[in-house]
């Protein structure tokens, strides 16, 4: 599926939002079907803007919790130590 530029740049946006596929498509007014074969395809240009944004929004996220963390949020400390045990688990 072509995507224009504008579209990709609101595809990582709702990437970075948490939007679900199915609610991309609406946002984006594109075929639903193509949509979601691409984002099935990890090669795809959909998929990896998608993933570009929600990936790099986790990150934030992460990055704020490990800092709250780290100034002794005990709450931050406990969720931060899901996230480590998470990782490693799907690690192994």
């Known amino acids: ?11 990582k946006r709702l990437g970075a939002n948490y939007f679900s596929h199915k609610e991309c498509c609406l946002v984006l007014e594109v075929d639903n ?12 240009v959909a998929y990896r803007t998608y993933y570009a944004g929600y990936y790099g929004a986790m990150l934030q996220l992460r990055e704020s919790i490990s800092d709250l963390a780290m100034r ?6 406990m969720q931060l130590i899901k996230i480590i045990e998470a990782t490693a688990s799907a690690n192994r």
């Open 72 to 77: 002794g949020s005990g709450p931050a400390q």
């Open 1 to 11: 599926m072509e995507l224009n530029e504008k579209q990709l740049v609101t595809l």
């Open 33 to 44: 079907v193509k949509f979601l074969n691409d984002m099935k395809n990890p090669l795809s």
